[in-house]
């Protein structure tokens, strides 16, 4: 399969401060996902990205697919920000709903 | 969007016993997924569900661990046999289109005692 690289592995903010998050996929991916799961378990949907640039509210995400890679923007964060960050993807040759997640990025958003 | 319902929510387990965990969606989907998550790990995927055929098992999991059952186009039960405490974990079922969201139930979280 392919492999999933999520950086950085923690990220502890001040409330207001800005983040970036990075996804590397070992290989080309189809139906890239941004999610956020928050402290009781639920993984809510950010973004579907397979390529180009995304903003929803405070959040935006870019996916360069010819390299690889994409990017999670947090501007402005706040504490409900807080909570662990995943990316994920399915191999071009396996189903579309069959995803590869990375390994997450923790963030904690202090007052 | 979708909506998703998963049942029950929390539960602590005898070792030995067996949970069956439902997942409710609110539209019709041909696929669905199911997912577990260790503590403090990521999602790994267990099987898909197709409507009215076998599940398709990933590498280490087994039928005979993790029977699922798919009846309709919006029901699906996954249920864990026979558990130990590494069974301890996030389970979560998934939906989506090809080319578009993919979306998850609130997580069935099972700790076997």
């Known amino acids: 399969g392919i492999q999933v690289e999520q950086s950085p592995p923690d990220l502890i903010l001040q409330e207001g401060a800005n983040s970036t998050l990075r996804c590397n996929f070992s290989d080309s991916v189809n139906n890239l996902q941004w999610f956020h799961q928050n402290p009781w378990g639920q993984l809510i949907n950010l973004f579907y990205i397979p390529s180009g640039t995304k903003q929803n509210g405070r959040l935006s995400a870019t996916t360069v697919a010819t390299e690889r890679y994409s990017l999670l923007y947090i501007s402005s964060s706040q504490t409900t920000d807080s909570g662990v960050y995943f990316c994920a993807g399915a191999m071009t040759t396996d189903s579309w709903g069959k995803l590869q997640f990375g390994a997450g990025t923790q963030v904690v958003v202090t007052p | 969007s979708a909506v998703i319902s998963q049942k029950p929510s929390r539960d602590i387990c005898q070792r030995g016993t067996s949970l069956t965990i439902q997942c409710q969606v609110d539209s019709q989907v041909t696929m669905m997924f199911w997912y577990r998550q260790q503590p403090g790990q990521s999602l790994t995927l267990i099987a898909t569900a197709n409507q009215g055929s076998e599940a398709t098992y990933e590498s280490g999991f087994v039928i005979d661990k993790f029977p699922i059952s798919r009846p309709n186009l919006t029901f699906s039960t996954l249920t864990v046999s026979n558990m130990s405490p590494e069974d301890s974990s996030i389970y979560l079922c998934?939906?989506?289109?090809?080319?578009?969201?993919?979306?998850f139930g609130e997580g069935s979280w099972l700790t076997v005692v």
């Open positions: 998934s939906v989506g289109q090809p080319g578009g969201t993919i979306y």
